[in-house]
């Protein structure tokens, strides 16, 4: 039996793939297209979403190419993380009015299978929470500095994209893990000002000014223990060059070359093996088994202030392709997030 809401949608509309980018996206890659809400099938729902979010690794999905996640079909609809309400469920662990997150974003309305949404507490946090700090993007930076690249009492950690959804979370964990000096790396005045003021990082670099070999080594001039990187290209070489014996590297992400653009000079592996470095990478996927002890963890640093956040938001689902560009060319602070209703 199906438990419904009064006046349920019809028809839903959802982004699907309309071309396949050769290098940066446009608004014409993208198609917005109404479709009829199916009946559920026994142990679905059906999710009136509210929020979205759009994130960096989805331009490689948008390539035809094997990678750790498929990639999105043309005239299919893309998906990712959002969070809503069911309005209607067969499902009898998903009653109607539960707050769910799930993968099926980038729609307005979601029927989706109950075994792939978690119910989320919103007296514990805000609902968008559950898409950053609370989310993969918090994740990421919690396994990041516990696992991948361990942060030990005393360490000094340098974090690129540090004012992104990432980075802006991790340099506050590495405060929490007891990080003697966090250093983070972003573009222009405002972020890094932000980084300082907002985030507490001890500094912050500007790499649209250019040396960034040289402002690291102001910042650090004894070298860095750990380095999580979201950049790739110059910021890692430029990290291996600064890292201390044994020093770790979580190796998170490349946004520096998402977009086919033509690879920069790589790190120097020679010194990474005669220094005993540690280049480890990550798939945030792997440490979903922790993730409720992450968001119980993480949502008392949300509440006594160790973790701070920002968000970039765009109000309605139209506004999901240019909220994902921006993303793209790190137009956003924190988390970018579309607000759909």
């Known amino acids: 039996m199906t438990q419904t809401t009064l ?37 679905q729902i059906l999710v009136r979403n509210t929020w979205m979010s759009v994130d ?16 999105f079909q043309l005239g299919e609809a893309l998906e990712g993380s959002a969070v809503g309400e ?9 009653p109607v009015g539960v707050p769910v997150t799930h993968f099926a974003g980038w729609r307005d309305y979601s029927v989706v299978d109950a075994a792939t949404a978690t119910p989320i507490d919103i007296a514990l946090a805000a609902p968008q929470h559950y898409l950053g700090a ?49 250093i983070g790396s972003a573009g222009g005045a405002a972020k890094t000002a932000l980084l300082l003021d907002e985030f507490g990082f001890d500094a912050a ?53 998402y977009n086919g653009a033509d690879g920069e000079a790589g790190p120097d592996l020679y010194r990474a093996a005669t220094m005993e470095l540690s280049l480890r990478g990550m798939l945030v996927n792997s440490y979903f088994p922790i993730f409720g002890e992450y968001i119980a963890t993480a949502a008392a640093w949300l509440a006594d202030g ?36």
């Open 205 to 257: 670099l500007d790499y649209r000014k250019g040396d960034l070999a040289g402002q690291l080594t102001a910042a650090a001039p004894e070298g860095i223990d750990v380095y999580l990187d979201s950049v790739g290209g110059e910021h890692l070489r430029v990290a291996v060059e600064a890292m201390r014996r044994k020093g770790r590297i979580a190796l998170v992400g490349a946004i520096s070359g």
């Open 56 to 71: 960096p690794y989805m331009r490689g999905r948008m390539d035809d190419r094997p990678s750790y996640i498929s990639p």
């Open 86 to 94: 069911v309005i209607a469920s067969a499902a009898p662990g998903l």
């Open 306 to 341: 160790t973790v701070r956040t920002k968000e970039t938001v765009y109000d309605g689902l139209e506004q999901a392709p240019a909220a994902f560009l921006g993303v793209l060319s790190g137009a956003n602070t924190g988390k970018m997030l579309v607000r759909l209703q």
């Open 134 to 182: 609370l989310g993969t993007t918090g994740l990421t930076a919690y396994a990041a500095l516990t696992d991948v690249a361990r942060v030990e009492p005393g360490d000094t950690v340098f974090v690129s994209a540090a004012a992104g959804a990432v980075g802006s979370v991790a340099g506050q964990i590495a405060k929490a893990l007891g990080a003697a000096r966090v």
């Open 7 to 43: 006046a349920l949608p019809t028809t839903a509309r959802e982004f699907q793939l309309a071309a396949r980018p050769t290098d940066v996206p446009t608004a014409d890659h993208f198609a917005l297209v109404a479709r009829p809400i199916p009946q559920l099938a026994e142990g």
